[in-house]
C-alpha cells in the first residue's frame, strides 16, 4: 500500500494546487498487475518511452480506475512537450473516468492559456467553476459526522482556492483585452456566469453593461441587467444602472423610482467586501447615493415636480463630486430645474459651476446659462 501511496501523491501534485484535492482518489493495490506495470513506466527516464508504455498500458487497463492514473501522467508528459493536442485528448479521457477532476480540469485550462485559445479557456474555466460548485454542494460521505466534513471540506476549498482565483482572473483579464467589443461582452457573460460570485464579477458586468451602452444596443444592456437582477434582486449596480437609463430618457418613470429607491436600501446594509479598502468603498458608496438620488430628481422632473427634483438633485451633489461626468450632468439637471421654478439667479449660479467642469454638459450648461443671462456677477 506504500507504494500505491507513492504513486499517489505524485500524481496529485501534476497540477501544482498542494496536497489539497477535488476528485477521484485512486488507490491501486500493492503487488497486482497495473501496479507492476506502473513503477515500471516511472522508471522511465525517456519521455517518448514513457509515453509509449503509458499508452498501451491504457489500451490493456483503460476500463479501470488505473486508466485515469495513466491518462494523468500522460498530461503531464505532454504538457512538458509542447503538446497540446495530446494534452486536451487525454486531458478529456481523464475528465469522462473522473468528471470532478480538478487537477485534470487546471492543467487543460493552463494548456489552453498557454496556447490563447479562448474557446477552450472559457470551457474549460466553465468546467472548474462546476467541479468547485458540485464538491461545495456535496454532502458528507457516509460515516463522515458533518462538523468534520464541513472542516474537511473546507480545508480541500482553502488548497485550491488560489488556483481559482488565477482561473477567475486569467478568464476576466482576456475577457477585458478583447479588442472587438461584441466579443468583449460575450466572453465577459461567459465570465460571469461561470464565476457569478467572483471578486472580479461586479467589475465584470459594468463592463458589459458599458460595451453594450458603447455598441448603442441598449435593448442588450436592458436584458442583461434584468438577468443579473433575476438572479440578485439587490444588485446595486444594475439598479442603478436601469434607474439611471429610464429616468434620464423619461421612461418607465415608477420602475425607475422603485429600483433607485431599492438601491438606497440596499447601500445601507451592503457589506465592504474583503478586497475593497475603507476609503475606496465610502468612495464607492457616495457615488452609488448620488446616482441614486439624481435618477430619483429626475423621475420628479420628468413628472413636473420640480421641487422635489431640486431637492433630490441638491442632495446628490455633494456625493457625486469625485465623477466629473456625473456631477456635472447633475449640476446641469439642477439648473435647468431651478430655472423651471423661476429661480433665475439660484440656476446661474448653478450652471456657472458646470461651465467650468470638463464633460459633455459643458456646452449645454452653457447654452442654458447664456439664455438665463450669464453668470451671476460677483458683489
Known amino acids: 500500500m506504500h507504494r500505491a501511496r507513492m504513486v499517489l501523491v505524485a500524481l496529485l501534485g501534476l497540477a501544482g494546487v498542494g496536497q489539497a484535492q477535488i476528485g477521484k482518489q485512486v488507490i491501486i493495490r500493492a503487488g497486482t498487475e497495473e501496479d507492476a506495470r506502473l513503477q515500471q513506466i516511472q522508471k522511465a527516464t525517456d519521455s517518448t518511452e514513457k509515453i509509449r508504455l503509458l ?78 460548485a458540485r464538491y461545495r454542494a456535496r454532502p458528507a460521505p457516509e460515516g463522515t459526522p458533518e462538523d468534520l466534513w464541513q472542516q474537511r471540506k473546507q480545508e480541500t476549498l482553502d488548497g485550491v482556492a488560489s488556483s481559482v482565483n488565477y482561473v477567475e482572473l486569467t478568464l476576466f483579464n482576456t475577457a477585458y483585452r478583447t479588442p472587438t467589443p461584441s466579443e468583449k461582452a460575450a466572453l465577459l457573460e461567459r465570465f460571469i456566469a461561470a464565476f457569478p460570485d467572483s471578486v472580479y464579477s461586479a467589475n465584470a458586468q459594468a463592463l458589459v453593461a458599458a460595451t453594450y451602452q458603447q455598441m448603442q444596443q441598449y435593448d442588450k444592456m436592458l436584458q442583461f441587467a434584468q438577468d443579473i437582477l433575476a438572479r440578485d434582486p439587490n444588485n446595486i449596480q444594475m439598479l442603478l444602472l436601469l434607474a439611471d437609463y429610464w429616468s434620464e430618457r423619461g421612461e418607465e418613470l ?126
Open 55 to 132: 499508452e498501451e498500458f491504457l489500451e490493456e487497463f483503460g476500463d479501470s480506475d488505473a486508466a485515469l492514473v495513466a491518462c494523468e501522467m500522460l498530461i503531464s508528459e505532454y504538457m512538458a512537450a509542447n503538446n497540446p493536442a495530446k494534452v486536451y485528448e487525454y486531458g478529456q479521457k481523464a475528465l469522462e473516468l473522473d468528471p470532478d477532476n480538478f487537477a485534470v480540469a487546471l492543467n487543460l485550462f493552463r494548456t489552453a492559456d498557454q496556447q490563447r485559445d479562448l474557446e477552450r479557456l472559457f470551457g474549460y474555466g466553465k468546467t472548474i467553476a462546476d467541479i468547485v
Open 254 to 379: 415608477a420602475r425607475a423610482q422603485d429600483y433607485a429607491q431599492r438601491a438606497l436600501q440596499a447601500l445601507g446594509t451592503a457589506q465592504r467586501p474583503a478586497h475593497i479598502s475603507e476609503e475606496q468603498w465610502q468612495q464607492q458608496g457616495a457615488l452609488q447615493k448620488g446616482l441614486a438620488h439624481s435618477a430619483l430628481g429626475m423621475v420628479h422632473a420628468h413628472q413636473r415636480r420640480h421641487a422635489q427634483a431640486v431637492e433630490e438633485f441638491r442632495q446628490a451633489s455633494p456625493l457625486l463630486k469625485a465623477d466629473n461626468f456625473s456631477y456635472a450632468r447633475n449640476l446641469y439637471r439642477l439648473g435647468f430645474t431651478l430655472a423651471n421654478l423661476r429661480r433665475v439667479r439660484e440656476a446661474r449660479v448653478v450652471l456657472a459651476e458646470a461651465v467650468t467642469i470638463e464633460s459633455p454638459y459643458k456646452p449645454l450648461a452653457q447654452k442654458e446659462l447664456d439664455r438665463l443671462g450669464g453668470p451671476v456677477p460677483h458683489e
